[in-house]
Nanobody
């Protein structure tokens, strides 16, 4: 069974940091570009960041540039999202998703596999 599982969410104060992980089971992540997406309460889901299969290309939403870093460890079949200087507006459920072609992720095209999400709450 092909699965993506997110972890690392939680409650953090503004200015704090969290590292999210996206682990795959049933398939090899190195053949897929991975995207992180988030959905805040009452809002539509939005793209946060994408990383290519090799990790050589990345992109970020303007709202997280300079604060979030996406990376991958293909040997561990895992992708990470390091989130620093968190703000209350970063609150939401964070999802990872996989697709073979990087341009699908960066172009907002349909992703093939999705995790169930992990909740990030930034609040004092």
């Amino acid at each position: 069974q092909l699965q993506l599982v997110e972890s690392g969410g939680g409650l953090v104060q503004p200015g704090g940091s969290l590292r999210l992980s996206c682990a795959a089971s049933g398939f090899t992540l190195e053949h897929y570009a991975i995207g992180w997406f988030r959905q805040a309460p009452g809002k539509e889901r939005e793209g946060v960041s994408c990383i290519s299969t090799s990790g050589g290309s990345t992109n970020y939403a303007d709202s997280v540039k300079g604060r979030f870093t996406i990376s991958r460890d293909n040997a561990k079949n895992t992708v990470y999202l390091q989130m620093n200087s968190l703000k209350p507006e970063d609150t939401g459920v964070y999802y990872c998703a996989a697709v073979p072609a990087y341009y699908y992720c960066t172009g907002g095209l349909p992703m093939d596999y999705w995790g169930k999400g992990t909740l990030v709450t930034v609040s004092s």
